[in-house]
Each structure stands twice: as C-alpha cells, then as structure tokens.
C-alpha cells in the first residue's frame, strides 16, 4: 500500500506566543515555520557549503554552483570515509556553526522550552546525493542518537528550496505521545536504526519545504527523510538541536557530528574562525552531562551480523562501510567474520 503525504499545519500565526507554541508541540508534536530563517544568509550558506562539495569533487565541473549539480558517480554518504572527507571540511565553516545560533532559530526555541535554551555544540549537515534511496534516513525517533532527555528538539532545515522530490523531511503529528521509544531494528540510511513501519499509522505529513522553512519537532516523534529522487541534485540540510539550558544533555552532543576513529576536533574545527564568541560557549554552562545509551545501537550491530552471515545485500555493505575506518575494534573482527561466513 502506498503511504499518502499531507501537508504540515503551519504555526507562524504562533510566533510570539510560547503558550500556544508549547500547546501545538505538545499536541502535534512538531512545528513547522515558514520562513522563518532569512534566506540571504541561508544562500550565503548554501554557497560556502556547496564550494566544499565542489572541491571535493562532487559536483558537475562547469554547472551553476548554487544549482548544487552532483557528480552520482562520487555517492557517498556518513560512515564512509569519503563522505567524511567533505563533511569535515564544511564542519570547519564558521557560518555553519553560526547558524545553529541565529537570533530567529533561538527565539522560537526559547518560547519552545520556556526558557534559557541550549542550542547543543554538535551540529549536523547533510549532504544528500540523488538516486540513492537505499541510504536515505529511514523511521526513527531521534532520541536513540541523540538522547539525553526527551525534550529536545530538532530543528531540521533545508538549504535551498527542497520539494518533494528532493527528499526533505516527513512525519507522524502527535506519535510523541506515546512518551516512549519505539524498538529500532538494523538499516543501511544514515543512522542504521529504524522502526517498523507496519508498527506505524500513516498520517504521515510533509511538504515543499522553501527557503527559510524550518521544522521544528520532538525527540520522541517519528520522522524519515524521503528519498532524493532527482535526476542530479544535492540535497542540503541542517539539523540542530535545543532544549532547555537547565537539563541535562547527553555527553557526546558537545563533541563534534560523526567520524569514530577519524572524528575531527574542535580545535581543528576553530583553526581558521574569525571569532571566539561560539568557540566551547557551552564550557562555562557547568552542564551536567549524561552517559551514553548503547543498547540500540548494540542491538542493530548484532541484527546486522545476523543479517550479513545470511547474505542480506544491506547488512553487508553496512559492515563493509563500517570496516572502511574500523578495522582493529572488537566489532570490526566480529563484522570481518561475519562477512567471512
Ligand atoms: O536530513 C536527514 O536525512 C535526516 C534528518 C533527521 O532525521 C533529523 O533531522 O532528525
Ligand atoms: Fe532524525
């Protein structure tokens, strides 16, 4: 059966008013803003992030930059060390960071968390390359990466116009009311977790995002991305997360998105920064940070050993990814193994 998209309510007749923000977010269990982000700095964005990806090599050579024209050949995406090349290179951008602390992001989530909000230290592009929907980020809860508590909230904007087909954010309203984490099972889209979704109603919303659109929503409430299923475009993202200032935060959200073995530092992060004003902001905070939760991920490691000893295509290019920078763990002999049975 195929699943029918409709269209998010929009709240900006809202803004300002944090009750009401905060009664939308608890009944729906999003927000979705037009406009809320300016677009002149979103495209100034747009144009250093897609100048990274263009000496990286991944976009057509003599196409419009803005136009963010792949090269499918280069496909990529996190957990390959390739992917890690580029985005490490963007997560050195100041603008980027930056962006995670626009006066209009901040505003919104202070009336979303009624009160001084702590915009996290990690935040996450995506760099999504076309036809490559068997990587795409599958159902899930953000809370088993995230975690720390369960209010937190994603802010997922796109940077550039992002219709349908490119593969923006789509949602269940209200699924974080069951105020508890859905199981997760083994998946190759960024984040190897995903829920069932004959688990799931189909309500599912999403829209033609815009420039400047921003989706705000509940670590509890389930999301997928849609597959970019454009001929030849990139699709660029952010997402960043806020709660309030006066909770606890799970302690690697201060450490920088992604990498294991080869994650990049902050120092190397504000090599070149201009300004120190964002550099370690959360070190005089004294927040108290919380351990991190293992077993959703230990329980896909384990479905995908499974699953890859048996043949499953996925399974095996998952671990194959994973063995590209691990190579000496526990689990990377157990993914050698598995791949060798
Ligand atoms: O942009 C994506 O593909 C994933 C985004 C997501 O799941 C999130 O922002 O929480
Ligand atoms: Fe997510």
């Given at each position: 059966m195929s699943t029918y998209y409709g269209e998010f309510s929009v709240s900006n007749d809202a803004l300002g008013d944090g009750q009401e923000l905060r009664r939308r977010m608890d009944e729906d269990g999003y927000l979705f803003i037009k406009g809320l982000l300016d677009p002149g700095k979103l495209l100034a964005l747009r144009q250093e992030i897609l100048q990274v990806c263009r000496a990286g090599g991944w976009l057509i050579e003599s196409?419009?930059?803005?136009?963010?024209?792949?090269?499918?050949?280069r496909q990529c995406t996190e957990g390959d060390p390739e992917y890690l090349e580029v985005y490490h290179e963007i997560y050195k951008l100041e603008s980027f960071h930056r962006s995670g602390h626009w006066p209009e992001v901040l505003d919104v989530m202070e009336n979303v968390v009624a009160g001084s909000v702590l915009p996290h230290p990690q935040k996450i592009a995506r760099l999504w390359f076309p036809k490559y929907t068997e990587h795409t980020t599958p159902i899930h809860q953000d809370y088993v990466h995230f975690q720390g508590v369960y209010d937190t909230y994603t802010c997922w904007a796109p940077v550039g116009d992002c219709p349908r087909e490119l593969g923006g954010l789509a949602l269940l309203p209200?699924?974080?009311?069951?105020?508890a984490v859905h199981a997760h099972h083994f998946s190759l889209g960024a984040g190897a977790l995903a829920i069932d979704e004959?688990?799931?109603?189909?309500?599912w919303l999403t829209t033609d995002y815009e420039i400047g659109d921003s989706l705000i929503f509940h670590s509890l409430t389930v999301h997928q991305a849609l597959p970019n299923v454009t001929e030849d475009r990139l699709r660029v993202s952010l997402d960043n997360r806020y709660q309030s200032a006066e909770f606890a935060i799970a302690?690697?959200?201060l450490e920088p998105h992604i990498?294991?073995?080869?994650a990049i530092t902050w120092e190397e992060i504000y090599k070149n920064w201009e300004s120190t004003e964002l550099q370690y902001y959360w070190k005089d905070l004294e927040l108290e940070t919380l351990a991190w939760i293992e077993k959703w991920g230990v329980q896909a490691f384990e479905e995908a050993l499974d699953r890859a000893r048996q043949g499953d295509p996925q399974a095996r290019h998952n671990l194959r990814r994973m063995l590209?920078?691990?190579?000496?763990s526990d689990s990377a002999k157990r993914a050698t193994a598995a791949l060798a049975e």
């Open positions: 196409t419009e930059l803005m136009e963010g024209v792949a090269d499918v050949s209200g699924s974080h009311k069951i105020n004959e688990e799931l109603p189909r309500d302690g690697h959200m990498g294991g073995e080869a590209k920078s691990d190579t000496q």
